[in-house]
RNA sequence: GGAGGGGUGCUAGAGCGGUUGAAUAGGUCAGUCUUGAAAACUGAAAGGCUCGCAAGGGUCUCGGGAGUUCGAAUCUCCCCCCCUCCGCCA
């Protein structure tokens, strides 16, 4: 969400950072919403001042006759503000849907585009892999090595199940553990969280994934959903809340299982572990002062904790900044690391990292008051920190070797008891 | 699931139809006193919306929503949350 006022000062800029989305919006609906609601209210103030003002007087009033009249013409009052009261709700409805449909203005170094064709590469690191044979894709990989077991999986959990398999299973752990030792050690600003995943309605309302994203949320038969990502419910743990300046920047490290129904894509992607329908992920999530300058610079940090990870397993990956039409409502900017995947040719997403300026806080209502005493609401940044197991995919099949077994990178070796090989 | 009790400002806690944005106490901040501190004393202090160049004004907010009333923190209904007891499960 935007805020009004800065809305109706800056139309046009709302307007082209929209067309930049490659969003239909126009704020011109809004701002004439806007200018009945304002009508509206100084009609309904002036009412409740009277109402006010006679409610004071009223019991002083020794005379019968006099007070009578007086209820007597307050009832009619009454009326006639409820009217406009009525109204005004009608208004505000509107004013709302609206409101919400208001795209945040990208950055000025985000690229124009309408698909990711358009997404620019920043950077590269690592070198591609070279094969002296075919390289297998992870699935074939890991079922013959019994990491992970799809049939099954699709048996006993449906479409997208799987199971992961001795050190498929012990991979993830190690990864995992990994992480947060990575964190512990080199940032320990950060603090690390587990929230649940089963949460209320209003908990996805207030973070703006209800109720655009209906379709993509499992709900539960109490009418509870189970969060896609652990930005809903660590975000929302500190909604309605005034933080001490003090305690900016609130870094986090957040741990959650992640539900996904992918409904719109049921083609893409259908097997292995690319995408499917529960997984765990380590976020990293960030609310610091309302200022432009630390949020970009909180941005870039995200963007290499996250490859410090990457770069500590040795995986070849890029860095693109997001054209405009790939980001989200309220993404200022957004980098994806994508990590090379050797049967596919192609760098393939782990990563994404963005920024919202006050856009999901102003929903939120997370604030904090400032060194000039005003109360504003904090900027909000979140990356992956790693996202599992859909890193198993680049991480097996760019270790493979040729006999059709896999090295384990050395970083991860001691959490799997020493071990240098998988299927050896 | 059953039976009760309760949600008031930073906190504790009054108020239970009419100058209550809200007593009182604690905490916080500023000042007086002091070499410094403590104590004591004095004072300050909520947020949203809105009108205004400003000073300042209006309005809303006592868990959330709806209602009764000329008027609601106070009465009624619905929802959410917390506590106690019983049951159930681990």
């Known amino acids: 969400m935007l805020d009004i006022k800065f809305i109706r000062e800056n139309k046009d ?6 067309k930049k989305k490659h969003i239909k919006f126009d704020a011109t609906d809004l701002i004439k919403a806007d200018d009945k609601r304002k009508e509206l209210l100084t009609e309904i103030e ?3 001042a009277e109402q006010n003002e006679v409610s004071f007087r009223l019991p002083q009033l020794k005379e019968a006759g006099q007070k009578a009249e007086l209820i007597g013409q307050m009832k009619i009052l009454k009326e006639k503000l409820q009217a406009e009261e009525e109204k005004l709700k009608e208004v505000m409805k509107e004013w709302q849907l609206l409101m919400l449909q208001v795209p945040n203005i990208p950055d000025i170094s985000v690229p124009d585009g309408d698909t990711d064709e358009a997404n620019k590469e920043v950077k590269t690191w690592g070198e591609i ?6 390289p297998k894709d992870h699935i074939e990989i890991m079922e013959r090595l019994d990491l992970a077991d799809f049939e099954t ?3 006993v959990s449906g479409f997208r199940g799987y199971f992961l398999k001795n050190e498929g299973a012990e991979l993830e752990f190690a990864i995992m553990q990994l992480t947060v030792d990575l964190f512990r050690e080199k940032h320990p600003e950060y603090s690390f969280m587990i929230v649940p995943s089963l949460v209320k309605r209003e908990t996805l309302m207030g973070t703006g994934y209800l109720p655009q994203a209906e379709e993509e949320i499992y709900k ?3 009418a509870d959903y189970l969060s896609g990502t652990a930005e809903v419910p660590s975000m929302s743990y500190y909604a ?5 300046k003090e305690e900016l920047p609130k870094k ?4 959650s299982p992640c539900f996904r129904r992918e409904a719109g894509s049921y083609s893409k992607d259908t097997k292995g572990l690319m995408r499917v329908h529960e997984f765990y992920k380590l976020e990293q999530i960030i609310l610091c002062e309302a200022s432009h300058e630390v949020s970009v610079k909180h941005h870039e940090e995200l963007l290499l904790n996250a490859e410090e990870l990457i770069q500590s397993l040795k995986l070849p990956y890029h860095v693109v900044v997001n054209c405009g039409a790939d980001l989200g409502l309220g993404q200022v900017k957004k980098y994806d690391i994508e990590i090379w995947v050797p049967s596919q040719n192609k760098y393939r997403e782990t990563h994404s990292c963005s920024y919202f300026h006050d856009f999901q806080t102003r929903r ?4 904090y008051k400032d060194a000039d005493g005003k109360m504003k609401f904090t900027h909000s940044l979140n990356n992956t920190a790693v996202a599992m197991p859909r890193i198993l995919i680049q991480l097996l099949e760019n270790n493979q070797l040729a006999d059709g077994s896999v090295k384990i990178p050395e970083v991860l070796r001691k959490y799997m008891g020493g071990k240098e090989y998988i299927g050896k």
């Open 13 to 18: 800029l709302v307007n082209e950072g929209a």
């Open 220 to 222: 539960t038969q109490d």
């Open 252 to 255: 986090m490290l957040v741990f």
């Open 364 to 367: 939120l209502n997370i604030r």
């Open 153 to 155: 999986g699709t048996k």
């Open 46 to 48: 002036k009412m409740r």
């Open 129 to 134: 892999p070279k094969f002296d044979f075919t």
């Open 240 to 244: 309605d809340k005034t933080l001490k």
